[in-house]
């Protein structure tokens, strides 16, 4: 069977996946067809195609030694060499939440990455995603709800504001979620819940991150700074302070993100001037237009820095 020379997925399934309509948006920011074999049948699935049956192809099967476990992920890239491969136990609804993942984290590229490249990482950060969906099992921490069919839990430490918190969660939980829902810490909001507005922006080892794209159980050990965490000893972070003083918000929804990106930029290196301040918060966006008050604030913050 003649593959594309470009990166695609391969799935080996116990049993043939249902196509769900929600498979066509995730393929579309994905960029990239997922071809899907089941004992006796082979379905392509693109973004913009109907999926089409390719048959069985035994041999793909066999080349890649798939068949024993429930699910095998083979990550091609363009020269068809393989990049990874992944065989789970318990394939149950891990192939939409792979390409789901896959999808947001095309969405959140950061610039300067080259589509290719990062095309290949986010099918493996999918890949990651599926097993560990798929082989959550392997902690589980809860076996009644792993016997029952919901996903077993894992557990995660993470550090936020300063303290340690443990957390049980779902493989598919995103920080944005952990935060609001099970730890109480609301000021992280939810706008777009797809990595495009940066509402959700919180500080991860430093770094500022979508939470609404983060998987929790990939941030073992990461130490999390939210809105709540910046007030210290009673006395307001010097950004907030000159949020308030530029009056940079207007329906204060986007206000805690833009705050931890402000920061947050300012750590990565000095913006020289109003134009790299707007660039650098290029990826929080403000539906009551609060941009020029926002460039203002952090402009006087970086100038005092
Ligand atoms: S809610 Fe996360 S980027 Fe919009
Ligand atoms: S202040 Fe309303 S969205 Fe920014």
Known sequence: MDLPNRPCLLAFC?????????????????????FAFAPGSGTVFGADDEPRDIGPHPELWRIHGAGRAALTVVLLDEKQRVRLRRDAPEAEGTLLAAVREAGRAV?????GIGRREL????????????????????RPVDDRKA????????????????QRRRLQ?????VLLDALRENLG???????CDMGQCGACTVIVDGQRVNSCLKLVAQLEGARVTTIEGLVQGGQLHPMQEAFLREDAFQCGYCTPGQILSAIALLQEGKPRDDDEIREGMSGNLCRCGAYPNIVAAIRGVAGRA
């Open 107 to 111: 969405c959140a590229a950061p610039r």
């Open 147 to 162: 016997v029952s069919g919901a996903p077993a839990l894992l557990e995660v430490s993470l550090v936020v504001n300063g």
């Open 14 to 34: 116990r049993r043939a996946p249902r196509f769900e309509e929600a498979f066509r948006a995730e393929l579309r920011a994905l960029g990239a067809p997922l």
């Open 185 to 191: 810490l609301t000021g992280a909001k939810k706008g």
């Open 169 to 173: 969660v779902e493989p598919r939980l």
């Open 119 to 138: 095309l290949l990482n986010s099918l493996a950060a999918a890949l990651g995603a599926a097993v560990l969906q798929a082989c959550a099992s392997a």
